[in-house]
């Protein structure tokens, strides 16, 4: 069996899921990266762009059905507020 016959992994949920969680995933990449980059110079902004990937993460893994993920998101997210 070589790749190319390899079963497709990837399983969309409907034709119209699949673009919305596509760019939800590239914004809380973004985002992510953009948190990281404002924590290393120690930048005061990081917390509220953490709390939008946080919450861009609750969403794509609710969707994506892994809800002990969202869960820990949701976590985050109220470290983050209490921190903030």
Do not use: R
């Not at 995933?25 to 948190?35: D, L, P, Q, S, Y």
């Not at 990281?36 to 762009?49: A, F, N, S």
Request: hydrophobic share 55%; aromatic share 14%; glycine share 8%.
């Amino acid at each position: 069996m070589t790749f190319v016959d390899q079963p497709n992994l990837f399983i969309k949920t409907s034709a119209n899921s699949w673009p919305l969680m596509n760019w939800l995933e590239i914004w809380g990449f973004i985002t992510g990266a953009v948190c990281v980059g404002l924590q290393v110079k120690q930048k005061h902004l990081e917390l509220p762009i953490g709390i939008a990937n946080n919450v861009l993460y609750v969403i794509v893994f609710w969707q994506s059905g892994l809800f002990a993920d969202c869960g820990l998101q949701v976590l985050y997210i109220v470290i983050s507020i209490l921190v903030f």
